[in-house]
């Protein structure tokens, strides 16, 4: 049998093994040529009576990682065309037969007649593991690397091959539903006792096992179409279902705030689903499928959080033409908060680290962070004493900077100071081999100023890592400049091989994350001023799709940190710089009550040493005056939130400093945790229109004030009935 991406081979005895090994991709995705060649394998192993059952497996590191997700952009795009061309219910039935194509092949695969396992060989996510789902067995590989998972929710979609039918009959609802709403990856453990695989077993071993599944009478039954078949949790309509039931709406609302039409849609798909016998349950659930994928939602998640993430990993914005630079040891200058992270996610990722302070012992103590959170990884059963050994062999403390004499690159993370920074560039610069890219991690002072003090400033660029570094994906490359294309190529490569995703913007102050989040912070800080309840400013920021409230943010950043910011932008910039009513609110905050944030265990929340922390009470006699909630307009109060930013997004747009909107969109989700639903700050205006935007901005000014006046590049947008990604394609086309 002739197939593009699977070998297949039957063994003396009579079982086929379909190795999926696609040409040209470092990772199997699935692509209608892929379909294709299932359809026939599962044409073949139904029809030849000599065949006793298939082992799927792949021949790549991994299993795969899923549906290939610009073929489905490519869908929504070509619906959008049959609507213009024959209507929209013409549109309508073509969408719905396509994007059911991959629900109905995993369903032929399950009731051929002949028994399917699944080897799962490392990671197995998303419509590649509603495959695995659709054989009749499945034994994934134990080792660290393995994950299987439908993280479809993580863009906008859910699982719609089946994947949300099949979950939710193999284990309590209860779990079906949170293991779809959040779209976690497993390891092979826990998805061996959530009833995910029936076994785990080391990599070398799977195919036997699974081969052994078959010659020893595996059935090619799925339980649910046995007779007698029960579902775990019961009938929907039953007194266990409705203990779930009305309790899982509660969790949806909770969870999504209603922002996320795909985590709806599978609520419904289940629910629906479960009253019904498979083959109609699946048709159910693509019904849902095919209104999600037209949804705006998933086009600017998928856009965003997958299309953009990947070409920015892969290096979109790297200088073409120098060679890629190969990362062997980096300098981390400043053992403290910062610094002492970045060593560690730097020695993670395999690379030599030299760690500086000003002694040894704070040194030692930056050094000592990696061994906390080693220790940790032990504890979860994530790492072994080797890997901790082995991670803390690469890092060398020392306070001697002779020891930065063969790094590649080195960073400095120390104080925030423009006179030490001087003195650590010139001691650094001296130690350093003369091609050595010196990287900062400022983040309020501008990099072109600092790059002045070095000897080879265009070896100087700006790498912001923001808190806490161990968990964010987000590094900001800020170009001075002198920054030349070598500095900037080093500074990607590094970001890329410490398994973090980069943007990279121009110098100016607060360089982009900063600026958005914090006119967050402001306009949370000026509701609780007009008197808007504390409580309700925390919970209309999460409605509208923030992660956390912007009071809690601020504890966590400290109070003090964004008193700081405003008398140093007042200091530089002038008054008018500066919000007196914001000014007024942190002085009180932090001079008269010394309320710190999280750090001293009183700043907008109050932190006992047991239990939860509270909203602090005092914050009524601050705000003087407390408005009636229900008198408040919640829709307006959400606007205002995302707002600010995407106006602080478009203003940086017009200066220069972020110059891609893939890199403003992705670093606004996954620096500040933009509502991800939006796509980002950029796409969340392109999804409005630039005209619906500045008239929104014009009515915020006019009862809030000027602060949410659109800039001229908004209205110049409006006008000629632009978007930013328009604008985009068009300057990359004119060049
Ligand atoms: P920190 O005070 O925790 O650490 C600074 C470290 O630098 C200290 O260990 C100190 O001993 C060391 N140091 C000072 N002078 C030195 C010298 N001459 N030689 C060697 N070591 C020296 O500060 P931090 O919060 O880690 O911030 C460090 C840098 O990172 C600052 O530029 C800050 O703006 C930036 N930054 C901080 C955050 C954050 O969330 N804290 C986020 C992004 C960037």
Redesign the pocket.
């Known amino acids: 049998m002739e197939l593009a991406n699977f070998r297949f081979d039957v063994d003396a005895d009579g079982v086929a093994l379909a190795t999926w090994d696609m040409a040209d991709r470092s990772m199997n995705v699935i692509t209608p040529q892929v379909m294709e060649d299932l359809g026939r394998i599962v044409d073949e192993v139904a029809g030849d009576a000599a065949i006793k059952g298939c082992v799927i497996t792949s021949g790549k590191e991994s299993f795969s990682g899923g549906a290939d997700l610009t073929m489905l952009q490519g869908l929504g795009l070509a619906y959008a065309q049959l609507a213009k061309q024959q209507g929209e219910e013409a549109a309508m039935r073509f969408f719905f037969d396509e994007s059911r194509k991959l629900s109905l092949l995993y369903r032929r695969l399950e009731t051929c007649g002949k028994p399917f396992a699944a080897a799962i060989n490392g990671v197995c996510l998303g419509g590649a593991f509603e495959l695995a789902l659709a054989c009749h067995y499945r034994v994934a590989s134990d080792d660290k690397a393995t994950r299987v998972g439908l993280p479809e929710v993580k863009v906008g979609l859910f699982p719609g091959a089946g994947g949300a039918q099949r979950v939710a009959r193999l284990m309590p609802t209860g779990d079906a539903l949170q293991m779809l709403f959040k779209g976690e990856q497993i390891r092979p453990a826990a998805a061996k006792s959530m009833n995910l695989v029936q076994e785990a077993a080391p990599r070398a071993e799977i195919v036997a096992k699974a081969k052994a599944w078959i010659l020893g009478g595996g059935k090619a039954q799925a339980p649910w179409d046995a007779e007698g078949y029960r579902l775990p949790s019961n009938k929907v309509y039953s007194p266990q279902g409705m203990m779930i039931w009305p309790a899982a709406n509660a969790i949806y609302r909770r969870e999504t705030q209603d922002n996320y039409p795909a985590i709806k849609a599978v609520l419904h798909a289940v629910y629906e689903g479960l009253q019904l016998p498979m083959d109609l349950a699946l048709k159910v659930e693509s019904r849902y499928f095919a209104n999600i994928l037209r949804s705006p939602q998933a086009a600017a998640m998928i856009r965003t959080l997958f299309v953009s993430m990947q070409e920015l990993n892969k290096g979109a914005r790297r200088p073409a033409g120098v060679p890629a630079s190969v990362i062997r040891k980096v300098g981390v200058?400043?053992?403290?908060?910062?610094?002492a992270s970045v060593a560690y996610v730097t020695a993670n990722a395999g690379i030599e680290v030299v760690l500086?302070?000003?002694d040894q012992e704070?040194a030692d103590k930056?050094k000592a962070h990696s061994h906390k959170l080693m220790t940790d990884q032990i504890m979860k059963g994530r790492a072994k004493t080797a890997d901790r050994d082995a991670l803390l062999a690469r890092i060398t403390a020392t306070p001697d900077y002779a020891a930065l004499a063969d790094c590649d690159l080195v960073i400095e993370?120390?104080?925030?100071d423009p006179r030490?920074k001087a003195?650590?560039i010139a001691k650094a610069e001296a130690a350093m081999r003369p091609d050595a890219i010196f990287g900062s991690?400022?983040?309020?002072l501008p990099i072109t100023g600092l790059a002045g003090h070095a000897q080879r400033p265009n070896q100087f660029v700006g790498i912001?890592?923001?808190?806490p570094v161990e968990k964010m994906l987000l590094v900001e490359v800020i170009l001075a400049k002198q920054t030349g294309d070598k500095a900037l190529a080093v500074a990607l490569d590094y970001v890329r091989a410490i398994r973090k995703t980069p943007i990279v913007v121009n110098d100016a102050r607060g360089f982009y994350a900063n600026r958005c989040v914090g006119n967050y912070l402001r306009e949370g800080h000026l509701m609780l001023m007009e008197g808007v309840p504390p409580a309700m400013i925390e919970n209309v920021a999460r409605m509208a799709g923030m992660p956390v409230g912007p009071l809690s943010l601020n504890d966590e950043?400290a109070i003090d940190l964004a008193l700081k910011i405003v008398k140093a932008t007042k200091a530089q910039l002038g008054d008018a710089a500066v919000d007196p009513v914001q000014e007024k609110l942190l002085v009180e905050m932090v001079e008269k009550q010394g309320r710190l944030g999280r750090k001293n265990g009183k700043g907008f929340y109050d932190y006992p040493e047991k239990g939860q922390k509270s909203l602090w009470p005092g914050l009524k006699d601050i705000a003087g005056q407390r408005l009636d909630p229900d008198a408040l307009d919640v829709e307006e109060l959400k606007q205002r939130f995302l707002v600010t930013q995407a106006l602080e997004a478009a203003r940086s747009v017009e200066e220069g400093i972020v110059t891609d909107p893939r890199e403003a969109d992705v670093g606004s989700i996954i620096g500040f945790g933009f509502a991800p639903y939006t796509g980002g700050t950029l796409s969340y205006i392109d999804g409005m229109g630039a005209k619906a935007f500045v008239a929104l901005c014009e009515k915020l000014a006019a009862r809030h004030g000027p602060r949410f006046e659109p800039n001229a590049l908004l209205r110049d947008m409006a006008a000629k009935g632009e978007t930013f990604y328009g604008r985009a394609a068009g300057a990359k086309r004119a060049a």
């Open positions: 200058i400043g053992a403290g908060f910062m610094g500086i302070d000003r704070a930056g993370a120390v104080f925030e030490v003195e650590v991690n400022t983040s309020t912001h890592f923001f808190s950043v």
